[in-house]
């Protein structure tokens, strides 16, 4: 019986990229790719008939995080396997604690991806190299996670804040959430820009992903 897989990924090429090193194996099966947590959600709730899901973090609308967590409460029977070119060690204490079954980097053969993938659905965790690694460093030094929690509890946004970033996570434009919200674009601007400083991001993405862990929105 052929394995079910989904990916999810918002990189086209990479998607693609992944697509192709998988495609000569006859003992998969890839269902489908969809581009950020929301749309692989929905497709969930149509049909749920997956063993496993290849899942890239940094995506917009739901991160890859935040959609492993709902993905484990209400379909456990999917194994989900973390594959994103990002490895530093807070991503990692944050996938593992919503539930990942593994983590991997997109730079894998497609040889190990095979393996690791019929690794996973057979109940193992598959790691690269240097996942495992930082894992155990996780794991040996626990105050390393403790401080991701810390750093995650401090941030404090006010009403207006919440609001705004509310409908910026919706995708809305400065001049939309102004109307929205009965403010200037200026002052939307500058309620940005305190909600960046706050959270001590860069870009929108960021901003999102990071109030949603921290379920500020």
Excluded: C, W
Aim: zero cysteines; aromatic letters at 6%.
């Amino acid at each position: 019986m052929k394995t079910r897989l989904a990916i999810v990924d918002d990189n086209t090429f990479l998607a693609r990229a992944i697509n192709e090193k998988l495609s000569g194996y006859e003992d998969l099966d890839i269902k489908y790719t969809v581009h950020n947590g929301s749309e692989f959600l929905a497709k969930l709730e149509k049909n749920h008939n997956l063993d496993i899901v290849l899942m890239d973090i940094e995506m917009p609308v739901l991160d890859g995080i935040e959609t492993v967590n709902i993905v484990k409460q209400k379909y456990p029977h999917i194994k989900v396997l973390m594959l994103t070119v990002f490895d530093n060690d807070e991503n990692i204490f944050n996938a593992i604690r919503a539930g990942a079954d593994g983590y991997l980097l997109k730079e894998i053969e497609g040889d190990k991806l095979h393996k690791a993938i019929l690794e996973t659905v057979e109940g193992g965790a598959a790691m690269s190299p240097s996942i495992a690694v930082k894992t155990l460093k996780l794991l040996r030094f626990p105050e390393k996670q403790e401080s991701f929690k810390i750093e995650e509890d401090i941030t404090e946004l006010s009403t207006r804040e919440q609001e705004v970033l509310e409908q910026l996570a919706e995708g809305l434009s400065y001049t939309i959430i102004a109307n929205n919200l009965f403010l200037s674009p200026s002052t939307v601007r500058k309620h940005i820009e305190n909600i960046y400083k706050k959270l001590q991001v860069h870009n929108k993405l960021e901003a999102v992903q990071k109030a949603r862990r921290q379920s500020l929105i």
